[in-house]
């Protein structure tokens, strides 16, 4: 069993940045961000393998960035330009045996997750 637990989120404007960081209790060979609003499905959002490996949604290319530290079990997250469509709860997850799965991981579908943080953005 591995926690996961997310922190930085808050309130932004629209424009502005935001980094979402995840502190995971063992290592994982793949670590991921996904998020979800009221009375929506999750969104995957980005992974990042054990090797560096990266893949991102095409909601967020360019504007977002992750990142991982494999010596602090952490991932983060970068948001930068954020819009008010981007406020949710924003989940760290991921695969602590396994790489990311292919297309599971677009949908928030991962086996470990965080409790979450929000993440809201005014206009």
């Not at 424009?15 to 996904?34: D, E, N, V």
């Not at 992974?47 to 504007?63: F, L, N, W």
């Amino acid at each position: 069993q591995v926690d996961l637990v997310e922190s930085g989120g808050g309130s932004v404007q629209a424009g502005g940045s935001l980094t979402l960081s995840c502190r995971a209790s063992g290592r994982m060979l793949c670590m991921g961000w996904f998020r979800q609003a009221p009375g929506k499905e999750p969104e995957g959002l980005a992974i990042i393998e054990d090797d560096g490996d990266t893949s991102y949604a095409d909601i967020v290319k360019g504007r977002f960035a992750i990142s991982r530290d494999n010596s602090k079990n952490s991932v983060t997250l970068q948001m930068n330009n954020v819009q008010p469509d981007d406020s949710a709860m924003y989940y760290c997850a991921g695969e602590r045996w396994v790489r990311c799965p292919l297309v599971r991981w677009t949908k928030g579908r991962f086996t470990t997750r965080g409790q979450g943080t929000q993440v809201s953005v005014s206009s």
